[in-house]
């Protein structure tokens, strides 16, 4: 079977999120603490990540629960001077790993088929995509909110091979966190390839069929699968 579609994971395979979020969160600690905010950028950034731990990292109240669990109420200034500082720093962090959009380009021009799944909200990941330019490559968009369920279970994967109309054996998944985007994807049967370059967790043994440490490295292997059979 030849492959005839890749799936990729977002954050940590298309986009530096934690960089990206570090960036935000910084420089909303920053303004909040020019607003008045009695607390050192430290604390306030070890109680923001408490919370994120607890809620989810797309949490977006996290500066509400941050204010009142810190003041004891909110301080309307303060969370509105945190809120804009964020949404600006995060404007200007979003920025796609090296060659992710030539990438994109030259496995469209291969005729394969492109999807996203991601744990993330459903507004969250367009946004991402629509700010990095590449939304329009996909043929296939699946987050939490499509499915109910977070990789590693089957239904997200399941949801995307079923949207794109191709077999599990034909497809490939590209992503950076080896036990939701590796483990999932290889129970249905899918062609794994392990995205280093963007692991944080100090991964040893992925369990992917493949590792890449750059994203171009992706065309080689398609090529070298198809042209064995893929067997």
Excluded at 37 to 45: G, N
Excluded at 194 to 207: E, H, K, L, P
């Amino acid at each position: 079977m030849r492959i005839q579609a890749v799936i990729f994971d977002v954050d940590n395979t298309l986009v530096d999120f934690d960089k990206w979020k570090r960036a935000a969160v910084d420089a909303a600690v920053m303004a909040m603490i020019d607003a008045g905010l009695d607390l050192t950028p430290e604390a306030a950034k070890k109680k923001i990540y408490a919370i994120y731990d607890e809620k989810g990292i797309e949490y977006q109240e996290v500066f509400n629960d941050f204010l009142q669990e810190v003041l004891g109420y909110i301080d309307y200034r303060i969370l509105a001077s945190g809120i804009v500082a964020y949404r600006q720093a995060r404007e200007g962090a979003l920025v796609p790993y090296p060659h992710v959009k030539l990438a994109l380009l030259r496995l469209f021009r291969m005729g394969l088929k492109l999807a996203v799944v991601s744990d993330a909200p459903r507004l969250q990941v367009w946004m991402r995509l629509v700010s990095l330019g590449v939304d329009r490559f996909f043929d296939a968009v699946v987050t939490f909110d499509d499915t109910g369920r977070r990789k590693p279970a089957r239904e997200p994967f399941q949801k995307a091979l079923e949207l794109l109309g191709v077999p599990a054996g034909c497809a490939v998944m590209v992503g950076d966190w080896a036990e939701r985007d590796i483990v999932g994807a290889k129970e249905l049967g899918m062609i794994t390839v392990f995205a280093r370059y963007g692991d944080s967790f100090g991964t040893q043994v992925s369990g992917a069929d493949f590792e890449i440490n750059d994203i171009l490295e992706l065309m080689p292997i398609i090529e070298r699968l198809n042209s064995s059979g893929n067997q």
